[in-house]
């Protein structure tokens, strides 16, 4: 199969041309009787950050573990930087870096010795390997922490010891399976910005996350859902697609008492297309020019409106049309 | 007081029922076990292998064969020509007692005059040694109550005089017998758990995950993870060598180069039955549950305890099948009977052979668990 044919069909996706480090050509694999990736296709460009959402299970980390070398996919090709994922899969390893969801490093050996270990284990020869661990200890700013038991380590920093091992070989292109899972608020922002500087000295990133901020914060994105990509694309392009922002139909955030009511009246009314409920508001989606109807119909049932005004779609609105779409 | 008591029973019984493994380990291994070493546990000993070296070969000779084999403590398995022949089989373990009886035996008997059996005793087992000799000091005691019925003059000495002689473990010390075995099947024990344990503890803290996208080759992995323990093993090999010399007091009869040479066959096949357990295990729990399943018949099966000679056939067979069998005979052979690499290749080789088989199989099986 050719990957020509699916570059010519995304071309007007990208602004900026970069070669491509990840191409994906109807990758399947299957377990048994069960689909965990179908037909998936996309190309990851040098410097993206390519952003990979979907819900639990729905094959995320499948695709992962085929575009590492480490899992055989059941039909389709993918090329990680310039290799095939089957047949030179050893090369794969050789330039990629991994950082997987949970911490998977050696609690009982210190910060050094980890670092110290993927050093060798990739094969850096000794004479650069002093120079080039004191670089990664330097990007994630680890140097505090050095002989202290991985083990003992809170959240974040384990995260900064796992990325500087998944970068001690100096890879092109870092694969992070949830990076920022399960850490506080203040690592996560102080990861994602270590992510940005070495995203500008030339790292590609493919990140899985679940955080809508997050995904805001990438360059592209692919939403996998029930084993297939159902959207792919900078998060500016996924706001405008039609099945989002249908045409002859405007966004509005409404400010609303007794939400859950409100909810179901509003989705009774005709000009209504989608409302979809958040902590204390409700997005909804309305024929261009009704909204004077809207008022007026709020105002019948008897409820108060605080306040209305025209939002664009977030990537939660993106991601909530797509899956409901998806699913009729 | 009792608040829950039924909530947590329910919640226990369906814990157990969806843990088939574990609801197997509990019900069917002990029945299994039971069966299985219930009849190796057998000091009541038969059947004690023996060589027969017969000068004389007349009938008088062949009746008191017959009443030792008729005790059905004694299996003739080797007939001798000559002396040499018999001390290099108790030397390599192949008998345990040989009966030498004396060309002039029958003339003596019909003469009715006194003479003398001789019955080597292998001692490196005092409990084997301790029933052969009791056993044929009753048989010559018989048979010469027999003669002196017939005759009228009561003599100042038995007429037939069985003459037990205990090899290499004269005073029959029950700890030179034990120790080295219990060095074996200790050194089975702990090198196979802990090679498992290395092992499976990267699988259960997600280590491997890591481990696997990087270029490590799956032999480099391996023979990385074996090596470390092999290096343990040896050094524990020394210090439990080293304690029953010296604590326990049990002298070493041959020679230590070649016990480090066959200690060294035997490391080799006991990491890779390590690297076999945790190809099968993924937490240290289920290690250890499967490590018991090996450790019962090391102590039970292997002739450390009991006699193996005593085993049903089937069970015998079962004891074959433990590595710790032949290192217990190496073990035994050299600290006790200074034996010497001709008595005990065969055993070295069964044991190399075994590690080559089980590390063939774990190394498969370990690709395709990490893969």
């Known amino acids: ?328 | 007081m009792f608040q829950g008591f039924f909530a947590i029973v329910y919640k226990e019984t369906r814990h157990i029922v969806r843990d088939p493994r574990s609801l197997f380990l509990m019900l069917v291994i002990p029945s299994i076990e039971l069966t299985i070493f219930g009849f190796a546990v057998n000091l009541d000993i038969k059947n004690i292998k023996t060589g027969l070296l017969n000068q004389d070969k007349r009938v008088e000779s062949r009746n008191l064969v017959d009443q030792f084999v008729n005790s059905g403590y004694f299996d003739i398995v080797e007939i001798f020509n000559n002396e040499e022949e018999m001390a290099t089989a108790m030397r390599r373990g192949i008998v345990r007692v040989g009966i030498h009886i004396p060309p002039y035996y029958t003339d003596r008997v019909l003469k009715n005059e006194h003479v003398d059996i001789q019955i080597l005793i292998d001692g490196s087992d005092s409990t084997v040694a301790m029933q052969a000799l009791n056993v044929s000091n009753a048989i010559g005691l018989r048979a010469s109550i027999k003669m002196l019925s017939k005759t009228k003059s009561l003599p100042s000495q038995f007429p037939i005089d069985m003459r037990p002689r205990v090899l290499f473990n004269p005073d029959m010390r029950t700890a030179n017998f034990m120790i080295p075995g219990l060095c074996g099947v200790i050194l089975q024990v702990v090198i196979m758990l802990l090679t498992s344990f290395a092992i499976v503890r990267e699988k259960e803290q997600r280590t491997l995950e890591q481990l696997v996208v990087t270029p490590v080759s799956r032999f480099g992995l391996m023979l990385g993870k074996l090596v470390p323990f092999l290096g343990v093993g040896i050094c524990e090999t020394a210090s439990v060598l080293f304690l029953m010399r010296f604590l326990f007091q049990v002298p070493i009869a041959g020679s230590v180069l070649l016990l480090a040479f066959f200690a060294g066959i035997f490391l080799f096949t006991t990491l890779g039955m390590g690297l076999l357990v945790s190809t099968f295990a993924q937490n240290q729990i289920q290690a250890l549950q499967i490590s018991f399943l090996i450790l019962l018949p090391s102590f039970l099966l292997s002739g450390f305890m009991f006699p193996q000679e005593t085993m049903p056939k089937v069970i015998y067979w079962f004891g074959q099948m433990v590595p710790a069998t032949y290192f217990i005979r190496i073990l035994r052979g050299i600290i006790l009977r200074n034996a010497g690499f001709w008595d005990l290749w065969h055993n070295g080789a069964i044991l190399g052979a075994m590690g080559i088989i089980i590390l063939f199989v774990a190394s498969f099986r370990f690709h395709k668990t990490i893969g």
């Open chain 1, 1 to 328: 199969m050719s990957l020509n044919i699916l570059q010519v069909e995304n071309n007007h996706i990208f602004k900026q041309v970069h070669a491509p480090v990840i191409q994906v050509n109807e990758l399947t694999r299957k377990f048994g009787s069960y689909t965990a990736v179908d037909r998936v296709s996309l190309v990851v460009r040098e410097r993206d950050i390519f952003g990979f959402l979907g819900p639990n299970g729905s094959g995320k980390t499948t695709l992962i573990r085929m575009l590492c070398g480490i899992l055989r996919p059941t039909s389709g090709e993918a090329k990680v930087m310039g290799y095939d994922v089957v047949y030179e899969s050893e090369e794969v390893k050789k330039s990629i870096g991994y950082m997987s969801q949970q911490f998977s490093l050696y609690s009982d050996l210190t910060v050094l010795e980890n670092i110290n270990f993927y050093a060798r284990i990739y094969g850096i020869p000794r004479r650069q390997r002093k120079e080039r661990i004191d670089e990664v200890i330097n990007i994630v700013e680890i140097k505090p922490y050095l002989n202290q038991l991985s083990g003992s380590l809170s959240g974040g920093w384990k995260q900064r010891l796992a990325l500087a091992c998944a970068l001690v070989h100096n890879p092109k292109l870092l694969f992070l399976d949830e990076p920022t899972a399960g850490i506080d608020p203040v690592a996560r922002r102080d990861l994602w910005n270590l992510l940005f500087d070495l995203s500008a000295r030339g790292t590609t990133f493919f990140v899985t996350t679940h955080y809508m901020d997050e995904a805001e914060r990438c360059s592209h994105l692919g939403y996998i859902y029930f084993s297939k990509l159902i959207a792919y694309g900078s998060p500016e392009e996924l706001k405008k697609m039609p099945q989002v922002m249908p045409e002859g139909y405007v966004r509005y955030e409404l400010r609303i008492d007794r939400l859950t009511e409100a909810m179901r009246e509003l989705l009774k009314m005709p000009f209504v297309k989608d409302a979809t409920m958040f902590s204390d508001v409700i997005h909804i989606h309305i024929q261009q020019g009704s909204e004077e109807e809207l008022q007026h119909s709020i105002a019948k049932k008897g409820f108060f409106v605080e306040s209305l005004r025209l939002v664009p779609p977030t990537l939660e609105d993106v991601f909530v049309t797509l899956t409901r779409s998806f699913g009729k």
